[in-house]
């Protein structure tokens, strides 16, 4: 869409689904609206994370469970057909875009793609010169995997290279101990790739329950992915075949393509001639608790590019739907995630909600652990998962879950569960006691607490 206005009332740089629910309140309120993004229309998530990851994940759960149930009423597992995967992938996203972009051209709003830079208090500069004011400029940039500088970088890929591989490589090393490499490891692996993957300390999964995260480790490791903790890599170098990626201990790893997935950094690149006026450090764009800039209000940021939160979909989400409400309002919603569930779609996958049994104890609350291992319940064994956990916590005084962590199939789905339960403080006894529908994986949850 072309136009001819350069004053909005709100601009809108980036068009994920935190630009979604922002805009999408701000035209309620019949507000003049642009939307600014160097990429195609409609964010990370949708088009390069979630969602298309999703698609890859969901083949991999359904040969592994397959394979868990070889000798056990299953003959023999499936294989991958990685082109066919490929092109289902791409059926969900082929025109996306472009229909996002048409809705909001529809919906009367400005769109632009291009590169924009913060050019002034209420200023925005396109690549192509045009500048364009408002009254109100939201950030909603979101973040970009963590750049690596070791020797060789220029033969490393990342995340969405390995999303869009149009072939299967023979083996596949990652680099990181975060959840895009785990989560990757186990597709490959149930594509049939050989995997490596490299952690430069002892602790992969930082921030879950190690006793979890060590489940998850040796569910790995039976799958045939090789897990190298206190390693990183120091080079990569190309040879007639493949790639050599040198470790810190000299190890030599022989590899057809590497993926770098070190962790994420918010994309500040709008902030980079510094005019604006908006204070900015390595976790984002500093913003109180209404998602204002601390030294300039007439912009907010909001989502992974916002340093305040976790850089989850969900988070981005409401913060979209709190600084629309604080923009036509005036700043009355403040940002409240007590209660924020997450997942590792790993084989079986790993979920948390709440404080780990170590940061309960460093607060010195008084709790009860509950925790098991229930690979012998009938909810494991019709399956044949032989890897699988949880762990509660739940105060003694009130009887409220305090944090849940799960390793097991449909672990994704059932904290949600015990998020709702932690949110509307539920006692422990009444989710004990609830007549859940049976026999299925939520049902568990009264053994569980």
């Known amino acids: 869409m072309t136009t001819s206005n350069t004053h909005f009332d709100v601009i809108i740089i980036g068009s994920g689904t935190s ?63 990685w082109k066919a995967l490929q092109a289902l992938k791409d059926e969900f996203l082929d025109g996306r875009s472009e229909e996002d972009l048409k809705d909001w051209q529809e919906q009367g709003v400005a769109t632009f793609r291009h590169r924009a830079t913060l050019s002034g208090p209420n200023e925005v500069t396109l690549d192509d010169g045009r500048q364009l004011t408002a009254e ?71 921030g879950f329950d190690s006793n979890m995260v060590d489940v998850v480790l040796a569910a790995s490791r039976e799958a045939g992915i090789d897990i190298v903790l206190e390693e990183s890599a120091v080079s990569v170098e190309k040879t007639k075949s493949s790639y050599q990626v040198t470790t810190s201990t000299g190890r030599i790893i022989e590899t057809d393509f590497i993926v770098s997935a070190t962790g994420r950094v918010p994309n500040l690149s709008v902030l980079e001639s510094d005019v604006g006026n908006v204070a900015h450090g390595r976790d984002g764009v500093e913003v109180n608790d209404h998602l204002q800039s601390t030294t300039n209000p007439a912009v907010y940021a909001i989502g992974d590019c916002a340093d305040h939160g976790l850089m989850l979909a969900t988070v981005a989400d409401d913060h979209g739907k709190i600084v629309s409400r604080n923009i036509l309002e005036g700043n009355t919603t403040a940002v409240v995630h007590s209660v924020v569930p997450s997942a590792v779609f790993t084989i079986p996958s790993l979920a948390t909600v709440g404080l780990t049994e170590e940061q309960a104890r460093s607060r010195g609350l008084d709790f009860r652990v509950k925790h098991g291992r229930p690979t012998g319940w009938p909810s494991s064994k019709r399956i044949g998962e032989t890897h699988a956990a949880f762990k509660v916590l739940i105060d003694n005084k009130t009887d409220f879950i305090l944090g ?40 568990d949850i009264k053994s569980m607490v």
């Open 404 to 443: 849940a962590h799960l390793v097991r199939h449909n672990a994704a789905e059932v904290i949600n569960l015990f998020a709702l339960a932690m949110a509307y403080e539920i006692p422990a006894k009444d989710i004990a006691n609830f007549l859940w529908a049976y026999p299925t994986s939520s049902s």
């Open 136 to 206: 109100h400029i939201i950030l909603a940039t979101g973040s970009s995997p963590r750049p690596t500088n070791i020797l060789g970088a220029e033969h490393i890929h990342i995340s969405d290279d390995f999303l869009t591989l149009p072939e299967l490589p023979r083996h596949i090393t990652f680099i990181g101990g975060g959840y895009i490499s785990f989560e990757f490891a186990h597709v490959a692996i149930r594509a049939g790739a050989q995997v490596t993957l490299l952690h430069r300390s002892d602790r992969p999964l930082n």
């Open 19 to 81: 630009a979604y629910y922002a805009a999408t309140g701000l035209l309620a309120a019949k507000k003049k609206i642009a939307i600014i993004d160097e990429r195609p229309f409609g964010g990370t998530c949708a088009l390069r994370g979630c969602q298309p990851k999703k698609y890859l994940v969901a083949n991999a759960e359904a040969v592994a469970n397959a394979e868990h149930l070889v000798g056990k009423g299953i003959e023999s597992a499936p294989r991958t057909d």
